[in-house]
């Protein structure tokens, strides 16, 4: 496959001898809805790629179950610090993320499982064509990883894709109970991933049930295929039902559901659910995949970078990653130890327009930001989004405004910890809000959590979050709004 390609391994010679960062350039990020297809291809802004690099194969990134393109922007910025061509790296924004409670009945706000087929597939077309390649590796999280495998199985790409990996995809299912939501796609017993993992012979043509499981496999033929699972700190391959909201319910599913038969099958103990695809771990586990050796840096960082990304919303039935048409957005420089402002805005009130973008604003790796979002929508609140320093170019700094649950609206102020490419788990982590330690909603067992939510009793001040776990460290820096006049702050992690 790629690894044995003359350019591919020149290149990676090349980068053996000297691995210095490529030239800046913003992230290619692809999008399902066409309108948004020219603004989220930028033009570079330095001389074409060599033709070692333009031979290195594009990457498309599918997010999980209500989750957006933003989950992979420290992934890209790995194989960006490795020597990959920026602009051969690609994430896809699905319009409506989450699934339906039955796959087979329409619901608002949410997509069916052949809804998010064909808008990879349309995306996997929209990639190849910007690029001139004749394939692509696709690498996806979650639920991205299901509609990676029914794209090749029933969407005709399979002969357009390479390598397929997927991170923590539930490919047996979350339960797998003919009794239990029986339609949903999630279910390992259901008529969608029962399809999927029919056995196959080497021919490609399901088996006949008194075959024998283990000559058959699990995965279409063509590409090759990786899955990386943790060990048993996924909150979706857990043998009861405590993440369904139901403790004593036999899930039928264990820590080895999301491997598959015919595919190289990683696992990566002690992550979880979101670091199985967003961890470093994860990142050497693909790039060795796909290259054949192991990487040679982490994210290096680059002084000057520019940043943009989307803006969207939320529906009674789920987050959406549709633009926020009208919400103003407000940038500044703020200090990275307390959070306070650093002069005027960076970005002063722009309007949303249905492409989505707030940006782009030109900065350095060195400077902490807030972005305030304010929504037109009644029941979202206008939210303050802290950010410790990016480390390289994004176009992926998608922003959500968050809204004031019923029972916080009589609290002086609502600070939120949040960590979108992975789960707060004890005793694994060290988790720290506003002197807090560990702070509300952080539970024991199993990293299940991704946010903390605390009530702050007094304003106007400074207030810090901060994660250890094994090597990552980071500390966000952000400041009290009140909550009587709708405002609440977000202090986001990077890692």
């Given at each position: 496959m790629f690894a044995r390609r003359p350019f591919l391994t020149r290149?990676?010679?090349?980068?053996?001898?000297?691995?210095?960062?490529l030239a800046a350039a913003l992230v290619a990020a692809g999008t399902s809805t066409a309108a948004h297809a020219a603004?989220?291809?930028?033009?570079?802004?330095?001389?074409?790629?060599?033709?070692?690099?333009?031979?290195?194969?594009?990457?498309?990134?599918?997010?999980?179950?209500?989750?957006?393109?933003?989950?992979?922007?420290?992934?890209?910025?790995?194989?960006?610090?490795?020597?990959?061509?920026?602009?051969?790296?690609?994430?896809?924004?699905?319009?409506?993320?989450?699934?339906?409670?039955?796959?087979?009945?329409?619901?608002?706000?949410?997509?069916?499982?052949?809804?998010?087929r064909d808008q990879l597939g349309a995306e996997i077309d929209r990639v190849l064509a910007a690029t001139g390649a004749s394939m692509l590796v696709l690498f996806g999280n979650s639920r991205g990883g299901l509609a990676i495998r029914n794209v090749l199985a029933h969407g005709g790409a399979a002969g357009k894709v390479s390598h397929a990996i997927l991170a923590g995809t539930p490919n047996h299912g979350v339960w797998a109970a003919a009794g239990f939501r029986p339609g949903n796609e999630f279910n390992g017993a259901g008529p969608f991933l029962k399809g999927l993992n029919t056995l196959k012979g080497a021919d490609g043509k399901p088996l006949p049930d008194s075959a024998d499981p283990a000559?058959?496999?699990?995965?279409?033929?063509?590409?090759k295929w990786l899955t990386l699972r943790s060990d048993n700190n996924d909150k979706f391959a857990q043998p009861d039902g405590t993440w369904l909201g139901n403790k004593d319910i036999k899930t039928q599913v264990t820590a080895e559901g999301p491997a598959l038969k015919g595919a190289e099958n990683i696992v990566l103990p002690g992550r979880d659910h979101h670091e199985t695809a967003f961890h470093p771990e994860a990142f050497a586990a693909a790039y060795r995949f796909i290259t054949g050796r192991a990487p040679t840096h982490d994210i290096t960082p680059e002084d000057k970078i520019v940043l943009d990304g989307r803006v969207t919303g939320v529906t009674g039935a789920g987050p959406t990653n549709l633009a926020l048409v009208g919400a103003k957005v407000s940038v500044y420089?703020?200090?990275v130890a307390t959070g306070q402002r650093l002069g005027e805005a960076l970005i002063d009130n722009k309007t949303i327009t249905e492409d989505g973008h707030w940006g782009p604003l030109q900065t350095d790796s060195h400077t902490g930001l807030e972005f305030v979002v304010t929504p037109t929508l009644a029941a979202l609140s206008t939210t303050h989004i802290y950010r410790s320093p990016f480390?390289?170019?994004?176009?992926?700094?998608?922003?959500?405004?968050?809204?004031?649950?019923?029972?916080?609206?009589?609290?002086?102020?609502?600070?939120?910890?949040?960590?979108p490419r992975g789960y707060f788990g004890l005793p694994r982590d060290t988790i720290v809000l506003d002197g807090r330690n560990p702070p509300p909603g952080i539970t024991t067992g199993v990293a299940g959590a991704a946010i903390s939510r605390l009530e702050a009793k007094e304003v106007d001040r400074s207030v810090v979050g901060e994660f250890r776990s094994g090597a990552i460290h980071e500390r966000v820096a952000g400041w009290v709004w009140p909550a009587r006049d709708k405002h609440i702050s977000v202090l986001e992690l990077h890692h």
């Open positions: 290149w990676l010679a090349a980068l053996a001898v000297s691995a210095s960062p603004a989220d291809t930028p033009t570079p802004l330095t001389p074409a790629t060599s033709p070692e690099q333009v031979d290195v194969p594009p990457i498309l990134f599918v997010h999980g179950n209500g989750d957006s393109a933003a989950l992979w922007s420290t992934t890209l910025w790995r194989f960006e610090s490795n020597g990959w061509p920026r602009d051969r790296l690609f994430a896809v924004d699905l319009p409506y993320p989450q699934a339906r409670d039955d796959d087979n009945k329409e619901q608002p706000g949410r997509s069916s499982t052949t809804e998010q000559t058959g496999v699990e995965v279409t033929p063509g590409p420089a703020v200090d480390a390289r170019s994004s176009s992926l700094v998608h922003l959500r405004p968050e809204r004031l649950f019923d029972m916080e609206k009589g609290a002086k102020a609502v600070v939120v910890l949040a960590r």
